[in-house]
């Protein structure tokens, strides 16, 4: 079982920038990959970045490139999204979200983010 906390979401206007961090407990031994994913209401999940724990290599989806980067502190068991350039279509509720190495899920329970124009 793998507990995960976000925080550091808010409003912040256009052009702005906000740090998400995710807190990482439990039975961490077998995570695989963390990542993060978005839902604005009415419309789907989205996946926006991942990070493997083998290697540290990431991966992004092409809205957030060059705007967003997702990094992790072992030593603080914390993963991190940075934001910057926040544009409106941005807002969402940001999801931290970890695999192991069985395939099992775990999600957090979400933080807001808000961009206004």
């Known amino acids: 079982q793998v507990h995960l906390v976000e925080s550091g979401g808010g409003l912040v206007q256009a052009g702005g920038s906000l740090r998400l961090s995710c807190l990482v407990s439990?039975?961490?031994?077998?995570?695989?990959?963390m990542g993060w994913y978005r839902q604005a209401p009415g419309k789907q999940r989205e996946w926006v970045a991942s990070v493997f724990s083998s290697g540290g290599r990431t991966s992004y989806t092409d809205s957030v490139k060059g705007r967003f980067t997702i990094s992790r502190d072992n030593t603080k068991n914390t993963v991190y999204l940075q934001m910057n350039s926040l544009k409106p279509e941005d807002t969402a509720v940001y999801y931290c979200?970890?695999?192991?190495?069985?395939?099992?899920?775990?999600w957090g329970q979400g933080t807001q983010v808000t961009v206004s124009s």
């Open positions: 979200t970890s695999v192991t190495t069985r395939g099992l899920d775990s």
């Open positions: 439990g039975n961490t031994f077998n995570i695989n990959t």
